[in-house]
Nanobody, 123 residues
Framework: QVQLVESGGGLVQAGGSLRLSCAAS????????VAWFRQAPGKEREFVAY????????YYVDSVKGRFTISRDNAKNTVYLQMNSLKPEDTAVYYC????????????????WGQGTQVTVSS
């Protein structure tokens, strides 16, 4: 059983930065592929970025490429999402998800989920 806890969200002005963290417990971090998803009010939960177990493969949704960076520190069992040049349309609850085998963009394929952390970007 794996538990994921997100942190680092908050309120920032457009153009600002935040770093989100996803801390895992109950397992060895490098077993898992990890992805970030986000859900804005009235919208579906959408894929943001993923990183595979050994960190050799990452992928981003087009809207965040060049602004967001996903990384991991397996010694700390933590995955990060560095978010720069934030825009109001980035406002959402951000969730991390993990799976032993799957490392892609589909929500339904991830077995473990965190509780979410709110990111609000003001204009």
């Amino acid at each position: 059983q794996v538990q994921l806890v997100e942190s680092g969200g908050g309120l920032v002005q457009a153009g600002g930065s935040l770093r989100l963290s996803c801390a895992a417990s109950g397992g060895t971090d490098d077993i898992y592929n990890v992805a970030w998803f986000r859900q804005a009010p009235g919208k579906e939960r959408e894929f943001v970025a993923y990183i595979r177990r050994n960190g050799d493969s990452t992928y981003y949704v087009d809207s965040v490429k060049g602004r967001f960076t996903i990384s991991r520190d397996n010694a700390k069992n933590t995955v990060y999402l560095q978010m720069n040049s934030l825009k109001p349309e980035d406002t959402a609850v951000y969730y991390c998800a993990a799976d032993h085998n799957y490392g892609g963009t589909y929500r339904s394929r991830y077995d473990y989920w965190g509780q979410g952390t709110q990111v609000t970007v003001s204009s």
